[in-house]
């Protein structure tokens, strides 16, 4: 179990590296860890996983009933869900499968709910449904007035992000996998049948090699001299409304796709918050993940034709997260089997969705390229702490609290973050390298105070504990 | 699923406080003087005292005191404790199982306790960037007072090298002393109204001897920098546009009521202060709930918190021991026109005292404005003020026209001019 933040690279050389830590990049490792034999690396560039575009999303474990029938996208949501759910429920990382309504606000687009039904019937989604007004005001009774109907979508369910990213990540390791953080890879280079991976903290060999580095997955390959696709980003900003929300909206509340993209959504949070967003904005900038005047007040317009009486309540959070575009439909994933490596780019706004379905992808690819993967096993389970609404908070558990009396000691009162929770996460195999990674683990902080009662307690825990004290 | 645990404790107390701040603890002391029977103060802090715990500025105490917060609030809990009442930290309420039975957890594990009466004095918080809309990057270095003088004063942690200030209310100077025992030295402050809310003194002296300039009609339209704030984008009232770099940025004032309880419980809030409603003896709109301090008018001093809850604790045993009953839930309203933002009390309840005065916020500066109270176009009362209402602070109308109200008739509104 080998997780390295810092000092020099292991010299023997891995049977595969995967370049990059995201909801991808560690969904991969985690498929190629259940094959004993391999020798794994997972490559990073940040301190932490899931410090990309998988930090940063919508949270939805879509079907896949609007996807391109017969794309690779619409295959491996259609599978990567399935898989998610199952580990999901397995190792309790917060899914609610709540539904989505496709709401029509104009005759033009309750005319074109009939399609989006036949088009979920080509991805296998037979279960769709058209709801009257009257059924959609009885499910959502604080819509605004005017809609004309709505395609229901039973299997669209909500999902706790970070959660997925890091039980992936934590798994890989616990059966093996290398983690090297703050390991940016540079450079590329074939030496005597392997790759040679110059990184910031020295070179790094393997035989095999994955590009999941999202938005420089273009870059990446680059390095192997492939020059097939441009990563464009395009930003979605989102806005969460406090959990005082949560009763305001049952369902995923999506509008009627155009050509334009799946457009803004209002959904409810495994956590109970209320989502908005996202926006849609091609840039030209990499790291341009800030919220702007203008995305929040388009937001904020669209939500209130929405849900209006969501706009009185009270924000917690706006974040943005870049969409991997390469103006290409599908999903860019490819082999190269003279180089033994496989690119997985363009995973635009469904990778989370389709992570597992993914993985199982490319380790099949990796397979037909020559890499011989050996018997698959079950990994070691694994169980995560219990984030969501529907779960019963750890301080609220009298025999937990009777076993040990911390986890009755309430850190963040907004989120009820037991100091046990947080001593937890910070003792566990994939600690936080911030205190941002932290409250992604543990929701401290994440409330609707921001920090104002229990950033300082939090922050003191998270530096003693990162400069070796145990808390 | 927060419905009762296996394990859960059952209790069962005459008056149960929720916040041991300057509010509740008055509140518990006085109940307990008064033989209001077992009188229980739950607080999730591990210290009791409510926001004085972490203010170290000597503001505090009965006029002519200059105690520190810790000071005040040692002496708030003794009082209370010392009346017999019983205090509890480390305990969060978490919610209602009944009409005055509410949830708890603390190190003790779960416990379920039914009151006869409840008094809510769960204080009020600054809101956050997030809360504000402030675009821009999510950095390190976002603060705000709270969590700044935490860090400072109970932590002793480091808070960053340059500093800027948003807000010029009163807590805004405490964010300055507090970033100088940090040893981070304050840029500026930035309002986005004409001047400052404090007295004049203290700006002066923030001004002038410490030499932080207060930069007025500027708005923050930008965070700047990751991981750690680099600076913030201002537009000045001239349309301008500048970036002032900094490491470190503290929101201050623009409080909000904690009234997640309150909402939790259905409990009736004002449309203009997000707190419960209540009349002049404290009552809210849910028989046997009282609530008092800054979770209904964020924020007043603690003198005017404490002095509230000793009126409470009246209104309480009086609620205890007399006849059953408690008013409509249909009160009279009392609502403000802009730009007035709220009035507290804003419920007007036959039978409440009459109350010695309303406290009302207004959101720009009035030169000595005349207050006019009507009800359906009547009026009822005009009041000429000799001094200027601040943003942020009190502005105090008298409760000499309460008989004239109409009880059957629509809301009371007050209004300038
Ligand atoms: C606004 C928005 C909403 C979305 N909503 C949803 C949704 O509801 N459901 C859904 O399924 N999907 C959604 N998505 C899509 C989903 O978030 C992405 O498809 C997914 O996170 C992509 O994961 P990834 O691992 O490919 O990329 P990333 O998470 O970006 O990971 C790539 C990693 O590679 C690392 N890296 C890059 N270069 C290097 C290098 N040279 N060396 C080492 N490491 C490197 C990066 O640091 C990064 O950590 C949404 C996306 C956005 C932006
Ligand atoms: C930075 C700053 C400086 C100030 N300086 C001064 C000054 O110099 N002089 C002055 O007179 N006033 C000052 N004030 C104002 C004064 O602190 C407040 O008026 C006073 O604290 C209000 O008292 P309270 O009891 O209503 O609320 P609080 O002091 O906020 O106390 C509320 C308590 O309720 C607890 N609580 C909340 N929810 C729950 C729950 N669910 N379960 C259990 N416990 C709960 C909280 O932990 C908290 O302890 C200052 C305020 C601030 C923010």
């Keep these: 179990m080998t997780v390295t933040t810092t000092g020099p690279l292991p010299n023997a050389p891995y049977d595969v590296a995967v370049i990059g830590a995201g909801v991808v990049g560690t969904a991969v490792a985690r498929e190629l860890a259940r094959h004993r034999a391999l020798r794994i690396a997972l490559v990073e560039a940040a301190h932490d996983v899931g410090e990309g575009t998988s930090k940063a999303n919508t949270a939805i474990l879509h079907t896949g009933f609007d996807a391109v029938p017969g794309s690779l996208e619409s295959r491996l949501m259609a599978d990567g869900s399935h898989r998610l759910a199952r580990y999901a429920a397995e190792t309790g990382i917060p899914v609610e499968r709540v539904g989505a309504l496709l709401v029509a606000w104009n005759e033009e687009q309750r005319a074109a709910l009939p399609e989006l039904a036949a088009k979920a019937g080509r991805n296998g989604r037979h279960d769709t449904r058209l709801l009257t007004p009257g059924e959609l005001y009885t499910r959502e009774p604080h819509l605004a007035p005017g809609a004309l109907g709505a395609l229901e979508v039973p299997g669209e369910s909500i999902v706790c992000p970070w959660s997925t990213t890091l039980a992936y990540a934590t798994q890989a390791v616990l059966a093996g996998t290398d983690l090297h953080l703050g390991c940016r890879v540079t450079g590329i280079r074939e030496r005597a049948g392997h790759h040679e991976l110059r990184c910031a903290r020295g070179v790094l060999r393997a035989r095999y090699l994955v590009n999941a580095a999202g938005l420089a997955a273009d870059t990446v390959d680059g390095m192997l001299g492939h020059h097939d696709f441009t990563v464009t980003p395009r930003r979605g900003q989102l806005i969460v409304f406090d959990t005082l929300a949560g009763d305001l909206v049952r369902h995923i509340l999506l509008p009627v796709p155009t050509a334009l993209g799946k457009g803004v959504l209002v959904a409810p949070t495994v956590y109970g918050n209320v989502l908005l967003g996202p926006t849609a904005e091609d840039l030209d900038d990499k790291r341009a993940t800030e919220s702007t005047a203008d995305g929040l007040a388009a937001l904020r317009a669209k939500g209130r034709g929405i849900l209006p009486a969501l706009l009185d309540e009270e924000v917690t959070a706006v974040y943005a997260g870049l969409r991997a575009a390469t103006g290409h439909e599908d999903y860019r994933i490819r082999a190269h089997p003279a180089q033994r490596s496989v690119t997985v780019g363009g995973i635009r706004s469904t990778g989370l969705t389709a992570s597992m379905g993914i993985a199982a992808h490319v380790t099949g690819l990796l397979a037909d390229t020559g890499l011989v993967l050996g018997e698959p096993r079950d990994l070691p389970p694994l169980r995560m702490p219990p984030l969501g609404r529907r779960a019963v908070r750890p301080c609220r558990q009298a025999a937990l609290v009777a076993a040990d009396p911390e986890y009755g000691t309430v850190v963040c009162h907004c989120e009820l973050v037991s100091r046990a929770e947080i001593r937890d996460a910070l003792a566990a195999p994939l600690p936080p390298h911030s205190v941002a990674g932290l409250r992604r683990r543990t929701r401290a902080g994440a409330g609707r105070c921001q920090g104002a009662y229990c950033g300082a307690a939090v922050t003191d825990l998270f530096e003693r504990s990162d400069a070796g004290e145990r808390v | ?417």
């Excluded at chain 2, 480390?90 to 009944?98: E, F, K, P, S």
């Excluded at chain 2, 500026?188 to 002066?204: I, K, N």
């Design chain 2, 1 to 417: 699923m927060n419905g009762p645990v296996n394990g859960t404790v059952s209790r069962v107390v005459d008056v149960l406080v929720v916040g041991a701040g300057p509010a509740g603890l008055a509140a518990a002391a006085r109940l307990a003087a008064r033989g209001a029977g077992r009188v229980l103060v739950l607080d999730r802090e591990q210290q009791p005292g409510g926001v004085p715990r972490h203010c170290e500025h000597r503001g505090f105490g009965p006029p002519g005191r200059r105690w520190t917060g810790p000071e005040y609030a040692a002496r708030a809990a003794e009082a209370a404790v010392g009346a017999g009442a019983e205090l509890r930290t480390g305990a969060t309420v978490l919610g209602w199982a009944g009409p005055h039975t509410l949830d708890t957890t603390g190190p003790e594990g779960p416990e379920r306790i039914t009151a006869r009466a409840v008094v809510l004095a769960t204080g009020a918080r600054e809101r956050s960037r997030s809360a504000r809309l402030v675009p821009g990057t999510r950095p390190a270095g976002v603060l705000t007072t709270g969590e700044l003088q935490q860090a400072v004063y109970l932590y002793g942690r480091p808070v960053g090298r340059r500093a800027v200030i948003v807000g010029a209310e009163p807590v805004a100077y405490a964010a300055l002393d507090a970033l100088r025992r940090a040893g981070a030295r304050p840029l500026a402050m930035v309002t986005g109204l004409p001047r400052s809310q404090a007295p004049l003194a203290r700006a002066q002296r923030a001004r002038l001897l410490g030499g932080v300039p207060l930069l007025t009609g500027a708005q923050v339209t930008e965070l700047l920098g990751r991981p750690r704030l680099t600076g913030i984008r201002l537009r000045r009232g001239d349309g301008r546009s500048t970036v002032l770099a900094c490491d470190t940025v503290v929101f201050t004032g623009d409080f909000t009521p904690e009234n997640e309880l309150a909402r939790r419980g259905g409990i009736t809030l004002d449309a203009g202060t997000r707190g419960p409603a209540v009349d002049a003896a404290f009552r809210t709109a849910q028989p046997g709930v009282f609530a008092v301090g800054s979770v209904l008018h964020a924020a007043e001093s603690a003198r005017v918190a404490a002095h509230e809850g000793a009126l409470a604790a009246r209104s309480v045993l009086r609620h205890l021991t007399g006849p059953a009953g408690w008013p409509d839930a249909d009160a009279v309203t009392v609502r403000t026109e802009l730009p007035l933002r709220w009035s507290v009390p804003n419920r007007l309840t036959p039978g409440a005292p009459v109350a010695g005065t309303f406290l009302l916020r207004t959101h720009r500066f009035l030169t000595r404005p005349t207050l006019r109270v009507t009800q359906d176009g009547r009026t009822l009362h005009r009041e000429r003020h000799h001094r200027t209402a601040v943003p942020g602070r009190p502005v105090p109308l008298a409760g000499v026209w309460i008989p004239r109200v109409d009880p059957d008739g629509g809301p009371v509104w007050v209004g300038v001019g």
